[in-house]
């Protein structure tokens, strides 16, 4: 990631994110504490259960476990950013789903408080966003991929260029000495 101001969003963000999967752990486990065998069928947690007792184990509410393959990194800017953006807004569903299951206030109020986070980085990464195609050429945001390719000073130096030639767009912020946009 070539843009200081815009590593610094998705660390904070990251770093966020790190301790929602700690409070949702929490709550999951707090909630399958001291249950009964009775409690656990009602409930529709057996399958869980049988596989993993009350341990606290990453998986979707369908029951498909959590991999790398969720990662969708692909080594662009503009296409991961967007990536973010859905993922967020599939959080927020996610969220606003689990509400309408509700009854528990201990369990409305920190799910109320992720959904917001989750709205909010939805924001912070729009900003991003912009943040990257106000470095970019706006005729053609995808002429240049700034994580990858170099522009026309650097590529006079004998370094990579944008694989479509349109290397005097975008600006190489990764070379300390290229300052171009
Ligand atoms: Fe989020």
Redesign the pocket.
Known sequence: MPYPELKAILTD?GT??LA?LEMIGAIVYQLTQNLTPEEIKKAGFDTYFVDHTTGIYPQAASGTPFTAAYIQSKGDVITDLHEDLA??QK?RTTYDNILRFCDDPDVIDPIRF?RE??V???QRFGEGLRIATDNLDSKNFYAFNPEFDKCGKCAGKGKRVSADKKQENGNCADDKSCGRK
Request: net charge negative.
């Open positions: 963000i966020e994110e929602h993922a967020e959080a992720l986070r989750e909010v980085h939805y």
